[in-house]
């Protein structure tokens, strides 16, 4: 199964402010996605990262507001910008699980507080 | 859209008890999938079901597809402590040509010792 580390694992933000969260898997994926998971709910796709091509974003999600950058097949980063206190969240990144195309690995997740 | 709804949202248990959760979708899904998330930690894939009347087990956890792939359910026998957590299902649908998993509500379960 792929390993994935995100960076930070948690922070404290100011409204108004931006945040950028990495994610970085063990090998080579096709496909990364972004999650939001506000708290006690369940997830909600942001967009879908493909490496060499632009991000691909669920409704509701705009580019403006979470930036996407896929430079190479092992890394990602999401944006939140402009940060408001209905951001606060989890956001997950997981990469698609090339044995079993479909399933998913997740990420350990960033923990966002806007204040 | 599409939408996957998942109940109970609870469920607290004794420990020893069975539990089930049920899922169910508005459309039919090629796919369901089942993710468990501990308190704190990020969903892990369980399992995938893939054909219509599917049955899979993974020791005290048994799985189904209904037969006309828009249900599922997951039936834990003598839950432990070690069950606790929030355990969603997930199917895969087609936005126009793009697939994704849409993820139901969750169960969260709480287990008693």
């Known amino acids: 199964s792929a390993v994935i580390s995100q960076k930070p694992s948690r922070d404290i933000c100011q409204r108004g402010t931006s945040l950028t969260i990495q994610c970085q898997v063990d090998?080579?994926?096709?496909?990364m996605f972004w999650y939001r998971q506000q708290p006690g709910q369940s997830l909600t796709l942001i967009a879908t990262?493909?490496?060499?091509?632009?991000?691909?974003?669920e409704s509701g999600f705009v580019i403006d507001k979470f930036p996407i950058s896929r430079p190479n097949l092992t890394f990602s980063t999401l944006t939140v910008s402009n940060m408001s206190p209905e951001d606060s969240s989890i956001y997950l990144c997981?990469?698609?699980?090339?044995?079993?195309?479909?399933?998913?690995?997740f990420g350990p997740g960033t923990r966002l507080t806007v204040l | 859209g599409q939408q996957v709804m998942q109940i109970p949202q609870y469920q607290h248990v004794q420990e020893g008890e069975d539990f089930t959760t049920y899922c169910n979708s508005s459309?039919?899904?090629?796919?369901i999938q089942w993710y468990k998330q501990r308190p704190g930690g990020h969903p892990v894939f369980l399992i995938q079901?893939?054909?219509?009347?599917e049955v899979k087990k993974q020791k005290r956890l048994t799985f189904q597809f209904g037969e006309a792939k828009k249900n599922s359910s997951l039936h834990i026998t003598a839950t432990q402590t070690t069950d606790v957590g929030t355990y969603f299902c997930?199917?895969?649908?087609?936005?126009?040509?793009?697939?994704?998993?849409?993820f139901g509500q969750g169960t969260t379960l709480q287990v008693k010792p």
């Open positions: 990262a493909n490496q060499g091509s632009e991000a691909t974003y």
């Open positions: 090998s080579q994926v096709t496909m």
């Open positions: 459309t039919t899904l090629s796919n």
């Open positions: 079901l893939v054909k219509s009347g």
């Open positions: 997981s990469v698609e699980n090339e044995q079993s195309t479909d399933t998913q690995y």
């Open positions: 997930a199917g895969w649908g087609y936005s126009g040509n793009t697939g994704k998993l849409i």
